[in-house]
């Protein structure tokens, strides 16, 4: 068994814990690369059928390619799309002028209302230590409260691969399989498995996204990558962040702290 290998049966692993303890299990999907993965994962867990919804949050800044590719694979895949929106953000004239309003109603506030719509006790997120300081302080299952508030200081133990899933009153839990996963990880696997990727990712006229987020608070970064073999070569290579494209990540991480306290991915 290989890194590859392993990843993959730690994260099956993990899916199934959660699809086992939970009653209303959903999947975040951003038509990213690595929620496309965890779609793929949530497949291949269950004999090529995911068996839960796939929520994706539309704040309605998105770029045209992402809503394409979102559709596309919702037919290839057969997966039960949930679009979560918060249509009260368009009437007050929300806008990511102001980052931290923006966030809260556009995906928190849109996604609460899903939760409480739909009754999910847990959902599935494709996040990664790797990606943000403030994002290696969290556990595979990590609980929220019922105002989907993330108490950073309060985190459960998780030893010798002992997770602690209980739900408590009035909380839903944040299952997190890929979590142990790099950048160049994904990106491997997705060349091993042949994952459709989002044209987004690859360069045109010398700039690329390396991260998928909303237009006004994405921006591309300098690259000459052509396909996922040069992807991997670029990855190795770079001394860049992830995300050094994303707005919210160019904030102090306290600031970064704050959104993920108050439910930002």
């Known amino acids: 068994m290989d890194h590859l290998d392993r990843l993959e049966s730690e994260s099956i692993y993990i899916i199934r814990e959660a699809y086992s303890k939970y009653h209303k299990l959903a999947m975040m999907w951003s038509a990213g690369k690595d929620s496309t993965v ?113 108490n950073y200081k309060d985190q459960p133990p998780e030893l010798w691969d002992q997770y602690k899933s209980q739900r408590e009153a009035g909380q839903h839990l944040r299952v997190h399989p890929l979590l142990s996963w790099t950048e160049l990880d994904v990106w491997e696997y997705i060349k091993r498995e042949n994952l459709p990727v989002n044209p987004l990712y690859f360069a045109k006229s010398g700039k690329r996204y390396r991260s998928l987020g909303c237009k006004p608070c994405t921006e591309p970064v300098a690259s000459d990558v052509r396909n996922v073999d040069d992807m991997i070569k670029e990855i190795r290579k770079s001394q860049v962040s992830e995300r050094s494209g994303r707005a919210q990540d160019k904030e102090s991480a306290h600031a970064m702290q704050s959104l993920r306290a108050l439910g930002y991915f």
């Open 38 to 150: 965890l779609a793929y994962l949530t497949r291949k867990a269950f004999l090529g059928k995911a068996p839960i919804p796939a929520i994706y949050i539309d704040t309605g800044y998105h770029f045209q390619k992402m809503y394409d590719f979102r559709d596309k694979l919702v037919d290839e895949w057969d997966l039960n799309l949930v679009i979560a929106k918060n249509e009260e953000a368009d009437k007050k004239n929300v806008g990511p002028e102001d980052k931290l309003k923006c966030c809260g109603m556009r995906k928190t506030q849109a996604l609460k209302d899903t939760i409480a719509k739909h009754g999910f006790d847990a959902l599935l997120v494709g996040i990664r230590r790797d990606e943000h300081g403030i994002r290696s302080k969290e556990r595979f299952f990590s609980p929220r409260d019922q105002n989907l508030r993330w």
